[in-house]
């Protein structure tokens, strides 16, 4: 008996006509939908695409998007690009983690946030920027730090 | 939509977008690029539309949500046509005003227009404010013109037309050797020529053959290709169907950072949009000539985007590089003739077709040719994206578009081609923008990151960041990348704490010219460049830190102190509540103190004291 819905991975899979080469995409949505990629769902897509799991776990640890471990329910992604670095971002993510009470690429107790340092998010000219979930916050400033993270709360 | 069935149709359809067009008078275009976005854009959009609306003009009147206008500092962007009215930092509530005194009124608000901080003059057309006034858009030109979801509007302008007149009009080799003749170098950095590239995919034996679209803009810093993509996807595919044509192709693959998902969800709307009108699949314009493309996401990884490992990750495999001697022009993705591109390079394609190579020759230097896109950022007053023309100076950029050095500091270096480019100092900012120049000054173009610096940047601790980022992207396969980074981050770690001895820079050199000469990709080999930069031009600050222990831009954590000036302090306590290790003591409303054996040197209460009473030493 499966940990999870077949039919959904059977989905992911089959939205990519089954193609291997596809694969990051399918783990990417895989993480969408669990936050994360449970050794489960790889087997499963290991058996189903005849890839060998170690290709998988390479990927999986290779990049950076990638987590096997549960991420957060909100994802708060400080960008320490070279424009934001610039312009203080290192210390808006020092105050992040002292307020959350976690160190970077950790996730709260209460799994409600994952707090990431990106590299550019494409915003340079607002920098320093945060990103949380989808919504951009520009021209971050220590003290805006603890109103962010409260609409998340 | 109708599918387009031949190249008659296709100017059928132009003719009847343009009458419909012609009838909607004025058009509002709003900047929904993503720095609009984040400063409210979308409400800004929607309260136009509703106040429209209200008015009963909506057959008058086009309410259009475009691509980056490039001016991100003053967002959101509201720019009325055919007047080309600019609107800065408009809100919600300024819809109301706009529509009943410019759009109906037909007069001016004041207070919205753009204000030069610098001289204070107002203006009112967008192309007038200083920072557009010193560009050349051929490229971006499209961005604040069309709906990144409406392939009519790009149509409408001319869009793939040159992909009509390639495949109707020329031979797959006209189109080659127009674009051999253009010129045209890879806007992905290194700035190979595209032409030469084109031709060897073209004449190598084996198929299929692919085309690939590098959308990975590792450059962190740096977001013009992400703008493109986004904004403006069907330019980037009609010049990725035209590469196809010349090289005999009829697959092609875009691969976007994941960081980006707009432009991912853009990419694969526009190809729909292409597909439906027959301008992307089977047999497109009845022609005969088929093609057709996939789009990829990435997974953070800096390495992936250089090519080789590109293609191995589209493949489905780890993205690391292979060595170079493996031609990807005969041997690339699958084991077939494979190009590969940057977004920028595949944007000018159409541009050339369609204007002819001399066109795009009589812009730029002798050896760079056309224009090229910077994200300029940093301490500037005008940050954003800009396309110049190549040959421009770095003063001109800075300082005519950029309007200078954000407040009242000093202009220290201007950091160009990312991770893998240089620092470039005030004696140089006369250099012309151009691929061997800034490649002599021991930088780089780059993908067109643009980093500009004052006096409160430290440059050992640039020199750091940039190491620390590769030793962190490096992917580990070959030993003089791996363990050279590894090293040499250790080495400045140490400088900026104040720990570093007087062999050190010798060290860095060292391990420096070891790393170019036997790392296996370009990642490794252009790695040092950020370290050998700051040395060349910067030692007096390796050397105050090694030597003094001092850091004179007082960045270096370990080697500043915070103390509070009494005469400014008053005691209003912000700073205790922030300070995270409870340094900072004081009676209300009187002149507070900092002990220095509890103070991590964070700096919060600097950033947060409102009266500049926290002074760094
Ligand atoms: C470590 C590394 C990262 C790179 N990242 C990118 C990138 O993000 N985008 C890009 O267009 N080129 C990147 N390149 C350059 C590509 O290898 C390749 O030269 C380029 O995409 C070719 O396109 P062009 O000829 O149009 O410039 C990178 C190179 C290296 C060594
Ligand atoms: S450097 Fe932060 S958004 Fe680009």
Redesign the interface.
């Known amino acids: 008996m499966e940990t999870f819905d077949t039919l959904e991975v059977d989905h992911i899979i089959e939205k990519y006509g089954s193609d291997?080469?596809?694969?990051?995409?399918m783990?990417?949505d895989v993480q969408a939908k669990y936050r994360f990629l449970p050794e489960d769902v790889l087997r499963y897509i290991s058996h189903k695409l005849d890839?060998p799991l170690i290709?998988i776990y390479?990927?999986a640890t290779?990049?950076?998007?990638?987590s096997l471990t549960p991420k957060g329910k909100h994802q708060i992604r400080v960008c320490?690009?070279?424009?934001?670095?610039?312009?203080?971002g290192q210390?808006i993510l020092?105050?992040l983690e002292?307020n959350l009470g976690v160190k970077t690429g950790e996730t709260t107790e209460d799994e409600k946030f994952t707090l990431e340092r990106?590299?550019?998010?494409?915003?340079?000219?607002?920098?320093p920027?945060v990103v949380v979930d989808?919504e951009?916050?520009?021209n971050m400033?220590?003290?805006k730090v603890e109103k962010v993270i409260e609409k998340y709360s | 939509m109708n599918r387009l069935k031949s190249p008659k149709e296709l100017e059928i359809l132009r003719e009847e977008i343009l009458s419909r067009k012609a009838l909607q008078k004025v058009c509002v275009s709003i900047c929904l690029g993503?720095?609009c976005?984040?400063?409210g854009g979308k409400k800004v959009s929607e309260a136009f539309q509703s106040e429209i609306e209200r008015r009963g003009i909506k057959n008058k009147v086009e309410i259009k949500n475009t691509g980056c206008h490039g001016f991100?500092?003053k967002g959101p962007i509201v720019v009325i046509h055919p007047d080309e009215i600019c609107y800065v930092e408009v809100k919600p509530e300024d819809a109301q005003e706009i529509v009943s005194e410019t759009i109906v009124g037909g007069k001016i608000v004041e207070r919205l227009l753009y204000k030069d901080p610098n001289t204070g003059e107002k203006y009112v057309h967008e192309s007038e404010i200083p920072f557009h006034k010193f560009q050349t858009k051929i490229v971006f030109d499209y961005n604040n013109k069309v709906s990144p979801r409406s392939i009519d509007d790009y149509i409408a302008l001319g869009g793939y037309l040159a992909l009509k007149k390639a495949i109707f009009e020329m031979t797959p080799e006209n189109v080659l050797s127009e674009i051999k003749e253009a010129n045209l170098r890879g806007r992905g950095g290194g700035g190979f020529d595209a032409g030469r590239k084109w031709e060897s995919a073209r004449n190598a034996s084996g198929s299929p053959k692919y085309v690939v679209v590098n959308c990975d803009?590792?450059?962190?810093?740096?977001?013009m290709d992400?703008?493109l993509m986004e904004e403006n996807p069907h330019i980037i595919l009609e010049g990725l169907t035209l590469g196809a044509y010349a090289i005999g192709s009829n697959k092609g693959f875009i691969y976007v950072r994941?960081?980006?998902?707009y432009a991912v969800e853009n990419a694969l709307f526009a190809i729909e949009q292409a597909r439906e009108r027959g301008l992307l699949g089977k047999n497109i314009l009845g022609s005969g000539f088929s093609f057709d493309v996939d789009v990829?996401?990435?997974?953070?990884?800096?390495v992936s985007g250089e090519s080789s490992a590109l293609l191995t990750?589209?493949?489905?495999?780890?993205?690391e590089p292979r060595p170079k001697y493996i031609h990807m022009a005969e041997k690339g993705l699958w084991g077939k003739p494979t190009n590969l591109n940057n977004v920028e390079t595949w944007a000018n394609v159409p541009l050339i077709i369609s204007n002819g190579s001399s066109w795009f020759r009589s812009i730029g230097t002798e050896g760079s040719k056309g224009t090229k896109i910077f994200?300029l950022?940093?301490?500037v007053n005008n940050?954003?994206l800009i396309e110049v023309p190549m040959g421009i100076t770095l003063r001109d950029i800075i300082y005519k578009i950029g309007g200078g050095i954000k407040g009242e500091k000093k202009f220290k270096a201007v950091?160009t081609g990312?991770p893998s480019g240089g620092c470039i100092p005030e004696q140089y900012l006369d250099t012309p923008v151009d691929f061997d120049e800034l490649t002599k000054l021991g930088s780089m173009m780059g993908s067109g990151?643009m980093?500009v610096?004052d006096e409160d940047?430290c440059m050992v601790d640039?020199a750091k960041?940039?190491t620390d980022?590769l030793k962190d992207e490096s992917?580990g396969k070959c030993a003089p990348c791996r363990e050279g980074l590894d090293r040499m981050s250790e080495i400045l770690e140490r400088i900026t704490e104040g720990k570093g001895m007087p062999e050190d820079i010798e060290l860095l050199l060292k391990i420096s010219s070891l790393m170019k000469d036997a790392s296996l990709c370009a990642l490794g080999t252009t790695a040092p460049n950020p370290v050998l930069s700051t040395i060349r031009y910067f030692r007096d600050e390796y050397d105050a830190h090694i030597i003094e222990k001092r850091c004179p831009a007082l960045a270096c954590r370990n080697l500043v102190e915070y103390l509070v000036d009494e005469t400014k302090c008053t005691g209003c306590g912000a700073c205790v509540k922030?300070c995270?290790s409870n340094a900072i003591s004081g009676k209300k409303k009187k002149a507070h103190s900092i002990d220095q054996g509890e103070c991590i040197n964070?700096?919060?209460c600097f950033?947060?004291c409102k009266f500049d009473a926290v002074v760094k030493r």
């Open positions: 291997r080469s596809f694969l990051i995409s783990l990417h890839i290709n390479r990927i290779f990049y950076k998007s990638f320490l690009g070279t424009a934001c670095h610039v312009r203080g210390r020092d105050s002292r990106v590299n550019c998010v494409g915003c340079c000219a607002l920098g920027v989808k951009y916050h520009g400033e220590v003290s | 993503t720095s976005h984040a400063f991100c500092e803009e590792g450059d962190p810093g740096a977001y992400r703008s994941e960081e980006y998902p990829h996401r990435g997974a953070g990884a800096f990750t589209l493949e489905g495999l780890v993205g994200s950022v940093g301490k940050t954003g950091q990312g990151g980093i610096m940047t640039v960041y940039f980022f992917c922030s995270p964070c700096g919060i950033d947060i």
